[in-house]
C-alpha cells in the first residue's frame, strides 16, 4: 500500500518546490494539435514520469487497479520505453494531489488511454536523457550503452538519470512522437510479468482498503430505509446513544448512522438503530411483471443510432426478443471507505474508479471547495463498475464532519450492497432480419430498451447518502452515453456487413431502481441479442453459424479471429453427443475495442435444468499485447462472470423492497460450475495500438452459452438468467 496513505498533508508532486528538471530540446517532431491516449488531456511529461534525486523513477497514472492487472501492464509499458527493469519503478495510482486526472477507470480505457499516454512519456523522457548523456560525456549518442537508469560510454564513463535532470526542468510539454529504442534493447512487453498485486492478496498482507487500520480509527455503520421510497416516521437515538463504546448517532433527515470505537460495537449500534426507526414503506416496485412488460412500459425517448440502405428489403422475416433482468456488481467484498476531517482538510480513502470526479461530488455534498478534499485510491475487495464504493465514501465524509479529527472507517454490509448498489439495468432487445435466397441478411432492424448505464458521481446527487439527507440532492437528470461507444446501445450497432440496417436506442431516464455501469454496460445484452439470433438466422438458412457469420464480416482482423476461435475448439470436426451441444459467438467490443470470439460445449440435464458448461475456447485480438497472461486473464474472467450472470442471476423483489440481500436471494457462480477447460489464444499485433480487453468477453460469452445450449436440448431461451426452473418450465 502507498506509504501515502499515512501522510494526508502531502500535496501534489507539480506543486513541490525544488523540482529535478531538465530543460533541454528534444529533437522531434513539433507538438500538433492532439496527443495520443490520455496525454491529450495532461500533455507535460512529468504528469507522468519522474525522475528522483535518488535515481529513482516514480511512474503516475490516473487509472485504478481494480483486479485487471493494470498496475503489471502500465509498468511493462514503462520499463519497455526506458529501459529499467519493472522492478525498479515506482507506480503511483489515481491520487486527486499526485497524479493527472483521467477520469474513470472504465469502458476498457486503460490501455487504450493511460498506456498510451505514458508509453510516449516514457520514450520522450527516455530519448532526452539519451541526448543529454551524450552531450555530458561527449560521445555519439549511439555509442552509448544503458544500464537501467545509468548511462554509460565505451571507455567506462557513466552518468545516472538524476545526474542528468539535476538543476533542470522536467515539466516539458509532450509531442506526439514515440522516438525509436536503442538496438537490441530489452522487450518488457509481450511477455508475462508476474502481477504485482497477487503475492499481498494470496499472502494475506494489506492489500485491500477494507484492510487499512489507521491510528486511532473509529468506526461508522449507516442504517439505510427498507426502500428507496420509505418514509421516517420517527428514530429513539437516546438508547442507541448509549450503548457501550457510541460516541455518535448522526441523523439528518432519513440518513442514519452510528460511530463507535470499535467494528463490533458499531454493528451492535446500527442494529440498535435500526430497530428504533420506523419507517412507511409504500408499495412501489413492479413485482410479479415480466421484466419485458416492466421495462416496455417506462418512458422512454428514441433515438436511431444507425440508418443505412434502404428499409423493408424484401426476403424471408424472422424476428425475436430477448430480455435482461436487472443484476448486480455482487461484489465480494462489501463497499469500504475512510475518511478524516483535519485542518479544515478532507482526506478520503476510496475504491472508487473515479478519484477526481467522486472528489466534485463530495465537495458538493459538503459545501466545501474541491482543493479542501484529497481523494486517495486504495483497491477494494471485488470492486469493479459503479457499485457502492462512491456512496460509502459520501457516508464517511458525512461521519468525519459529525467526528472530526479522527479517521472513520464505514464498512457496509451484504444487505447494504446488495440492496443499495447501483443495479445493471434491466433491457429488452427486437430483432428483426430477412434473409435472401442465397442465405444472406438483406435487412436488419434492431431496438433496445434500457435505463440509464451512467449515473457515477460528479455531482452529490449521483451519491446515495446526498439523496436521504433532511436538504437532499436531486439526481440530475441521466442522458445517453453517445456513439460509437454507447451506453443502452453499446454494441446494438452489428459488425456485420448489412447494406440495409436500422438501429433505435429507446432511452428511458427513470425506472423502478438506480442503476448505472456494471461491466460492459449494454454490450452484454447487445451482444446476447445479435449473436443468438445470429445463430437463429443461420439455421433459417441451412448453413454452418460458423460459416454464416464469416460470410457476414469483412474486416480481416474480425475473420481471423472468428476462424481462430472454431479452430482450436475444433468446430468442423465436432460430433454431437446426447445431451451436449456447441455455441458461437464474435464481437468485437464497442465496434472499435478488442475483437473476441468464444465457442463453448455445454451439456444440459432437462429433468434438472442444470446447465454445465464442459469447454470453451476464445480468440482474442487487442493489437500489442503487452501481459499475454494478463489478457488471457481478462478473458477467463470475463467468461466466468458472463456465465454467472447468464445462467443464474437477477434481481428479485416485491413491491415494497429488494429481496435478494444474500447470496441466497442472489446465487453466483460456484467453483463447480466453472468450465472444465477453458483456454484463451491471442493474436498479437506489435506495433498496433492497445486495445481495450476488460469487458471483450462478457457477450460473447452469453450469446455462446445460449446457442450451446439451444444445440444441446433444443430450447432456444431468450429471457436471461438460463436458470434452472426456466429450462424446466420451458421443456414442460
Same mark, same amino acid.
Given at each position: 500500500?502507498?506509504?501515502?496513505?499515512?501522510?494526508?498533508?502531502?500535496?501534489?508532486?507539480?506543486?513541490?518546490?525544488?523540482?529535478?528538471?531538465?530543460?533541454?530540446?528534444?529533437?522531434?517532431?513539433?507538438?500538433?494539435?492532439?496527443?495520443?491516449?490520455?496525454?491529450?488531456?495532461?500533455?507535460?511529461?512529468?504528469?507522468?514520469?519522474?525522475?528522483?534525486?535518488?535515481?529513482?523513477?516514480?511512474?503516475?497514472?490516473?487509472?485504478?487497479?481494480?483486479?485487471?492487472?493494470?498496475? &503489471?501492464?502500465?509498468?511493462?509499458?514503462?520499463?519497455h520505453e526506458l529501459q529499467i527493469d519493472p522492478g525498479r519503478l515506482i507506480l503511483i495510482t489515481a491520487d486527486t494531489e499526485r497524479t493527472p486526472d483521467e477520469g474513470y477507470t472504465a469502458g476498457s480505457h486503460s490501455m487504450q488511454d493511460s498506456a498510451t499516454a505514458i508509453r510516449h512519456a516514457a520514450a520522450q523522457v527516455r530519448a532526452l536523457l539519451h541526448q543529454k548523456a551524450a552531450e555530458r560525456l561527449q560521445v555519439p549518442a549511439a555509442a552509448l550503452a544503458q544500464d537501467n537508469s545509468v548511462f554509460r560510454a565505451p571507455d567506462g564513463r557513466?552518468?545516472?538519470?538524476?545526474?542528468?535532470?539535476?538543476?533542470?526542468e522536467q515539466h516539458l510539454r509532450a509531442t506526439d512522437a514515440l522516438p525509436p529504442r536503442m538496438p537490441n534493447a530489452r522487450r518488457h512487453i509481450g511477455v508475462t510479468l508476474p502481477r504485482v498485486d497477487i503475492p499481498g492478496k494470496l499472502k494475506g498482507q494489506l492489500a485491500y482498503l477494507q484492510d487499512i487500520r489507521l491510528p486511532a480509527m473509529m468506526h461508522g455503520r449507516v442504517v439505510r430505509p427498507p426502500s428507496p421510497g420509505a418514509r421516517l416516521l420517527g428514530v429513539d437515538k437516546a438508547a442507541v446513544a448509549r450503548l457501550p463504546g457510541v460516541?455518535?448517532?448522526?441523523?439528518?433527515?432519513?440518513?442514519?448512522?452510528?460511530?463507535?470505537?470499535?467494528?463490533?460495537?458499531?454493528?451492535?449500534?446500527?442494529?440498535?438503530?435500526?430497530?428504533?426507526?420506523?419507517?412507511?414503506?409504500?408499495?412501489?416496485?413492479?413485482?410479479?411483471?415480466?421484466?419485458?412488460?416492466?421495462?416496455?412500459?417506462?418512458?422512454?425517448?428514441?433515438?436511431?443510432?444507425?440508418?443505412?440502405?434502404?428499409?423493408?428489403?424484401?426476403?424471408?422475416?424472422?424476428?425475436?426478443?430477448?430480455?435482461?433482468?436487472?443484476?448486480?456488481?455482487?461484489?465480494?467484498?462489501?463497499?469500504?471507505?475512510?475518511?478524516?476531517?483535519?485542518?479544515?482538510?478532507?482526506?478520503?480513502? &476510496?475504491?472508487?474508479?473515479?478519484?477526481?470526479?467522486?472528489?466534485?461530488?463530495?465537495?458538493?455534498?459538503?459545501?466545501?471547495?474541491?482543493?479542501?478534499?484529497?481523494?486517495?485510491?486504495?483497491?477494494?475487495?471485488?470492486?469493479?463498475?459503479?457499485?457502492?464504493?462512491?456512496?460509502?465514501?459520501?457516508?464517511?465524509?458525512?461521519?468525519?464532519?459529525?467526528?472530526?479529527?479522527?479517521?472513520?472507517?464505514?464498512?457496509?454490509?451484504?444487505?447494504?450492497?446488495?440492496?443499495?448498489?447501483?443495479?445493471?439495468?434491466?433491457?429488452?432487445?427486437?430483432?428483426?432480419?430477412?434473409?435472401?435466397?442465397?442465405?444472406?441478411?438483406?435487412?436488419?432492424?434492431?431496438?433496445?430498451?434500457?435505463?440509464?448505464?451512467?449515473?457515477?458521481?460528479?455531482?452529490?446527487?449521483?451519491?446515495?447518502?446526498?439523496?436521504?439527507?433532511?436538504?437532499?440532492?436531486?439526481?440530475?437528470?441521466?442522458?445517453?452515453?453517445?456513439?460509437?461507444?454507447?451506453?443502452?446501445?453499446?454494441?446494438?450497432?452489428?459488425?456485420?456487413?448489412?447494406?440495409?440496417?436500422?438501429?433505435?436506442?429507446?432511452?428511458?431516464?427513470?425506472?423502478?431502481?438506480?442503476?448505472?455501469?456494471?461491466?460492459?454496460?449494454?454490450?452484454?445484452?447487445?451482444?446476447?441479442?445479435?449473436?443468438?439470433?445470429?445463430?437463429?438466422?443461420?439455421?433459417?438458412?441451412?448453413?454452418?453459424?460458423?460459416?454464416?457469420?464469416?460470410?457476414?464480416?469483412?474486416?480481416?482482423?474480425?475473420?481471423?479471429?472468428?476462424?481462430?476461435?472454431?479452430?482450436?475448439?475444433?468446430?468442423?470436426?465436432?460430433?454431437?453427443?446426447?445431451?451436449?451441444?456447441?455455441?458461437?459467438?464474435?464481437?468485437?467490443?464497442?465496434?472499435?475495442?478488442?475483437?473476441?470470439?468464444?465457442?463453448?460445449?455445454?451439456?444440459?440435464?432437462?429433468?434438472?435444468?442444470?446447465?454445465?458448461?464442459?469447454?470453451?475456447?476464445?480468440?482474442?485480438?487487442?493489437?500489442?499485447?503487452?501481459?499475454?497472461?494478463?489478457?488471457?486473464?481478462?478473458?477467463?474472467?470475463?467468461?466466468?462472470?458472463?456465465?454467472?450472470?447468464?445462467?443464474?442471476?437477477?434481481?428479485?423483489?416485491?413491491?415494497?423492497?429488494?429481496?435478494?440481500?444474500?447470496?441466497?436471494?442472489?446465487?453466483?457462480?460456484?467453483?463447480?460450475?466453472?468450465?472444465?477447460?477453458?483456454?484463451?489464444?491471442?493474436?498479437?499485433?506489435?506495433?498496433?495500438?492497445?486495445?481495450?480487453?476488460?469487458?471483450?468477453?462478457?457477450?460473447?460469452?452469453?450469446?455462446?452459452?445460449?446457442?450451446?445450449?439451444?444445440?444441446?436440448?433444443?430450447?432456444?431461451?431468450?429471457?436471461?438468467?438460463?436458470?434452472?426452473?426456466?429450462?424446466?418450465?420451458?421443456?414442460?
Amino acid at each position: 500500500m502507498d506509504q501515502d496513505l499515512q501522510h494526508p498533508g502531502r500535496r501534489r508532486f507539480l506543486a513541490s518546490g525544488g523540482a529535478l528538471t531538465l530543460s533541454f530540446a528534444l529533437p522531434l517532431r513539433a507538438a500538433p494539435g492532439a496527443l495520443p491516449g490520455s496525454l491529450a488531456d495532461e500533455p507535460w511529461l512529468d504528469a507522468w514520469i519522474r525522475v528522483g534525486a535518488d535515481n529513482r523513477v516514480t511512474v503516475f497514472t490516473g487509472k485504478v487497479e481494480l483486479g485487471q492487472g493494470i498496475k &503489471t501492464a502500465l509498468l511493462q509499458v514503462a520499463a519497455h520505453e526506458l529501459q529499467i527493469d519493472p522492478g525498479r519503478l515506482i507506480l503511483i495510482t489515481a491520487d486527486t494531489e499526485r497524479t493527472p486526472d483521467e477520469g474513470y477507470t472504465a469502458g476498457s480505457h486503460s490501455m487504450q488511454d493511460s498506456a498510451t499516454a505514458i508509453r510516449h512519456a516514457a520514450a520522450q523522457v527516455r530519448a532526452l536523457l539519451h541526448q543529454k548523456a551524450a552531450e555530458r560525456l561527449q560521445v555519439p549518442a549511439a555509442a552509448l550503452a544503458q544500464d537501467n537508469s545509468v548511462f554509460r560510454a565505451p571507455d567506462g564513463r557513466r552518468v545516472s538519470f538524476s545526474e542528468l535532470v539535476a538543476g533542470s526542468e522536467q515539466h516539458l510539454r509532450a509531442t506526439d512522437a514515440l522516438p525509436p529504442r536503442m538496438p537490441n534493447a530489452r522487450r518488457h512487453i509481450g511477455v508475462t510479468l508476474p502481477r504485482v498485486d497477487i503475492p499481498g492478496k494470496l499472502k494475506g498482507q494489506l492489500a485491500y482498503l477494507q484492510d487499512i487500520r489507521l491510528p486511532a480509527m473509529m468506526h461508522g455503520r449507516v442504517v439505510r430505509p427498507p426502500s428507496p421510497g420509505a418514509r421516517l416516521l420517527g428514530v429513539d437515538k437516546a438508547a442507541v446513544a448509549r450503548l457501550p463504546g457510541v460516541l455518535e448517532v448522526v441523523q439528518d433527515g432519513r440518513f442514519l448512522a452510528v460511530i463507535a470505537d470499535e467494528e463490533y460495537r458499531a454493528v451492535k449500534a446500527a442494529k440498535a438503530l435500526a430497530q428504533a426507526a420506523r419507517w412507511e414503506v409504500p408499495a412501489t416496485l413492479p413485482a410479479g411483471r415480466d421484466v419485458a412488460a416492466q421495462v416496455r412500459s417506462l418512458p422512454s425517448s428514441p433515438q436511431q443510432v444507425l440508418a443505412r440502405g434502404v428499409p423493408g428489403t424484401a426476403g424471408r422475416s424472422l424476428r425475436a426478443s430477448y430480455t435482461r433482468p436487472y443484476q448486480l456488481h455482487a461484489s465480494i467484498g462489501p463497499s469500504c471507505a475512510i475518511a478524516l476531517l483535519e485542518g479544515g482538510r478532507y482526506t478520503v480513502w &476510496t475504491h472508487s474508479q473515479g478519484v477526481y470526479p467522486l472528489r466534485a461530488a463530495l465537495a458538493e455534498l459538503l459545501g466545501a471547495p474541491e482543493e479542501a478534499l484529497r481523494c486517495i485510491h486504495a483497491e477494494g475487495s471485488g470492486c469493479y463498475g459503479h457499485n457502492g464504493a462512491d456512496d460509502v465514501a459520501a457516508d464517511a465524509v458525512l461521519l468525519a464532519r459529525a467526528f472530526p479529527d479522527l479517521p472513520v472507517r464505514v464498512q457496509w454490509m451484504r444487505e447494504d450492497e446488495h440492496a443499495w448498489e447501483p443495479f445493471g439495468p434491466a433491457m429488452v432487445a427486437d430483432v428483426q432480419a430477412s434473409l435472401d435466397a442465397a442465405g444472406r441478411i438483406v435487412d436488419w432492424h434492431y431496438e433496445v430498451w434500457s435505463q440509464a448505464h451512467a449515473t457515477r458521481p460528479g455531482k452529490a446527487g449521483n451519491l446515495l447518502a446526498a439523496t436521504l439527507l433532511a436538504r437532499p440532492f436531486a439526481p440530475p437528470a441521466p442522458k445517453p452515453i453517445p456513439q460509437p461507444e454507447g451506453g443502452g446501445d453499446r454494441n446494438a450497432i452489428p459488425y456485420y456487413v448489412l447494406p440495409n440496417a436500422r438501429v433505435t436506442h429507446h432511452f428511458q431516464p427513470a425506472g423502478p431502481f438506480r442503476t448505472s455501469a456494471l461491466r460492459s454496460l449494454g454490450a452484454y445484452c447487445n451482444v446476447f441479442a445479435i449473436e443468438s439470433f445470429m445463430d437463429e438466422l443461420a439455421r433459417a438458412a441451412n448453413t454452418d453459424p460458423v460459416a454464416f457469420r464469416l460470410r457476414h464480416l469483412a474486416d480481416p482482423r474480425a475473420i481471423e479471429v472468428v476462424k481462430l476461435a472454431a479452430a482450436k475448439f475444433g468446430w468442423d470436426a465436432y460430433k454431437k453427443t446426447p445431451r451436449r451441444g456447441r455455441g458461437f459467438a464474435f464481437a468485437r467490443y464497442k465496434n472499435s475495442a478488442a475483437y473476441c470470439a468464444v465457442a463453448l460445449e455445454v451439456e444440459v440435464a432437462l429433468e434438472t435444468g442444470f446447465v454445465r458448461i464442459v469447454r470453451g475456447d476464445a480468440a482474442v485480438d487487442c493489437g500489442e499485447v503487452v501481459n499475454p497472461d494478463g489478457v488471457r486473464n481478462q478473458i477467463e474472467g470475463g467468461i466466468v462472470q458472463s456465465a454467472s450472470w447468464t445462467l443464474l442471476e437477477g434481481v428479485r423483489f416485491d413491491a415494497g423492497r429488494v429481496l435478494s440481500q444474500d447470496w441466497a436471494g442472489y446465487p453466483i457462480l460456484r467453483f463447480n460450475g466453472v468450465p472444465e477447460r477453458l483456454a484463451v489464444h491471442l493474436l498479437d499485433r506489435p506495433g498496433q495500438p492497445f486495445l481495450g480487453t476488460g469487458e471483450a468477453a462478457q457477450g460473447p460469452a452469453a450469446a455462446a452459452l445460449a446457442n450451446a445450449v439451444a444445440d444441446a436440448c433444443g430450447l432456444r431461451v431468450r429471457e436471461l438468467p438460463l436458470d434452472r426452473a426456466r429450462l424446466r418450465r420451458l421443456q414442460a
